[in-house]
T-cell receptor, first 117, second 111 residues
């Protein structure tokens, strides 16, 4: 596709419900990133994939959060037993090459807005 | 972790004014990103710069590596420039994929 596509754009989940957020990166992009952005804050790193390998998941807030990218393209961020504090915008981003070296532009999706009630 | 401070947090300007947004960081970096986020929208990368100055249309970004400081300027501001502007820098510690983001500067340009 032309850009990074995320779905759903908006999700309201009842507390305790499981949710799955999908990210379609730009075709051919090696790197894929997930970020969490709380209201009024800057994005916070969640996890990083290089192709299908999840090289860093240190930003995932708890073991209720799980991300995968099984074929090195589409990625899914899953949140189990959602809590109110999980309410945030979840941003996916991708880039051509491994990492974010100088000259490597990062492309963001529109985000998935999650509200847990 | 690299600490990133942006100023001002909020900025209101009249159409046509020259805008400056500042970003300071705590640890030396290889490159700094300036990003734009419209309300309800995703993030667009404006610049990635490692030294000197870059210009794109009415936007100019400068960086001073020694002083660990960058500025984003908008000339002849327009209401469509209203957005949150975020700077981001690589985390310290060697990982070349982790970014630390500032909290953003909310710019409102009135007609």
């Amino acid at each position: 596709g032309a850009g990074v596509s995320q779905s759903p754009r908006y999700k309201v989940a009842k507390r305790g419900q499981d949710v799955a957020l999908r990210c379609d990166p730009i075709s051919g992009h090696v790197s894929l990133f997930w970020y969490q952005q709380a209201l009024g804050q800057g994005p916070e790193f969640l996890t990083y994939f290089q192709n299908e390998a999840q090289l860093d998941k240190s930003g995932l807030p708890s073991d209720r959060f799980f991300a995968e990218r099984p074929e090195g393209s589409v990625s899914t961020l899953k949140i189990q037993r959602t809590q109110q504090e999980d309410s945030a915008v979840y941003l996916c981003a991708s880039s051509w090459t491994p990492g974010l070296t100088a000259g490597n532009t990062i492309y963001f999706g529109e985000g998935s807005w999650l509200t847990v009630v | 972790k690299n600490e990133v401070e942006q100023s001002p947090q909020n900025l209101t300007a009249q159409e046509g004014e020259f805008i400056t947004i500042n970003c300071s960081y705590s640890v030396g970096i290889s490159a700094l990103h300036w990003l734009q986020q419209h309300p309800g929208g995703g993030i667009v990368s404006l610049f990635m710069l490692s030294s000197g100055k870059k210009k794109h249309g009415r936007l100019i970004a400068t960086i001073n590596i020694q002083e660990k400081h960058s500025s984003l300027h908008i000339t002849a501001s327009h209401p469509r420039d209203s957005a949150v502007y975020i700077c981001a820098v690589p985390n310290s510690g060697g990982s070349n994929y982790k970014l630390t983001f500032g909290k953003g500067t909310l710019l409102t340009v009135n007609p």
